[in-house]
């Protein structure tokens, strides 16, 4: 009987990455890890990468960080976490549709929010104030190589930093910018399916350009999605969105901007959020003492260390500590009807 197995060391997985898209990125061809180290039997590097962002203690801590629905109350709304994994199905989806390198997607993928701040971009505009410049993507690859050291790759690196549109320059590779696209595919997805749930916004209100596209708010969102971006990719040979679907994405995005993120409603809590994550700076620039060894970068200065700390809190973490130390919190649960 023959045999039901075959291994495949990393000799042969990067023997066949060369069946991949010429664009591809190849483990083999990594511009490699800040300090050299032995490689994995097994696994390409950019799978060990993946692996070692998986266990991080800062990926874990996204479960219990905003999306965009501050401090939910229901079971079912969007966190950090459930983001990062939507975001990596749908890069992987891309890549192996385009014959790119699905390990290098899915590394940065799941990287990608690994340096936001509790409560979302109302934390991060807080830490602007204090370090202007600050963004979540550059935090990210600062809690892997200062916080959390891994040694990652380089173009790990460089996909966790630009994984955003308004970061420049943009990342390096094909894989990374699959990742800027699902990543935007997968929150105007999941946020307009949020704001229905929280009753901030009913079916009928959504434009009728992007139902006419994309159809009733649903699973369905994505794969139209997705097909837009695959196939005008292909037609073409340059990773976009076909036209017409990208002006549809934008006038959705300006339409959740308008009736969802900017809302009286949300604002609100975000107001408060801000004022909260404000104090938490303050409060510990005052009284550095209390942050804690084990979190720290000890030759940065007292700024970096505060704002180290802060960002890495949890959304009910830093109400906890504000309770505690600086005093008591408003409001800022929001009710699933």
């Not at 992987?92 to 014959?99: N, S, W």
């Not at 949020?194 to 959504?206: E, F, H, K, T, V």
């Not at 620039?285 to 949890?314: C, F, I, K, N, W």
């Amino acid at each position: 009987m023959p045999a039901q197995y075959m291994y495949r060391d990393r000799s042969i997985r990067q023997v066949q990455e060369e069946q991949l898209a010429p664009a591809a990125t190849r483990s083999r061809r990594s511009r490699g890890r800040a300090t050299p180290e032995t490689a994995d039997r097994e696994r390409t590097c950019f799978e060990v990468d993946r692996d070692r962002i998986l266990h991080a203690k800062a990926f874990r801590r996204l479960k219990h960080k905003t999306q965009v629905f501050i401090h939910p109350d229901g079971d079912h709304y969007v966190t950090r976490l459930s983001h990062a994994l939507q975001v990596t199905q749908v890069a992987r989806a891309i890549a192996a549709a385009l014959g790119l390198n699905e390990p290098l997607v899915e590394a940065i993928a799941i990287g990608h929010d690994v340096g936001h701040t509790p409560f979302g971009h109302a934390g991060e505009d807080v830490l602007a104030e204090f370090i202007p410049g600050w963004q979540h993507g550059a935090q990210g690859v600062r809690i892997f190589d200062i916080l959390e050291p891994v040694n990652l790759t380089w173009e790990v690196r460089d996909g966790i930093r630009a994984h955003t549109w308004k970061v420049t320059p943009p990342p390096s590779t094909p894989e990374a910018m699959c990742v800027r696209w699902a990543d935007r595919i997968a929150y105007l997805t999941h946020d307009a399916r949020d704001a229905i749930r929280a009753g901030l916004l009913a079916p009928s209100d959504l434009p009728d350009a992007v139902v006419a596209a994309l159809g009733p708010p649903g699973g369905g969102w994505i794969g139209r999605l997705l097909r837009g971006l695959v196939d005008h990719t292909l037609a073409t040979d340059a990773l976009s969105m076909e036209p017409a679907m990208a002006g549809m994405m934008h006038e959705l995005r300006a339409f959740m901007f308008e009736r969802v993120y900017l809302s009286p409603a949300l604002e609100a809590h975000k107001d408060a959020v801000i004022a909260v994550t404000r104090r938490l700076v303050e409060y510990h620039l005052e009284h550095p003492e209390h942050v804690p060894d084990s979190y720290r970068e000890h030759d940065a200065d007292r700024l970096r260390q505060v704002a180290d700390y802060v960002a890495g809190m949890t959304d009910r973490y830093a109400l906890s500590t504000h309770a505690q130390r600086v005093g008591p919190v408003p409001a800022t649960r929001l009710r699933e009807p």
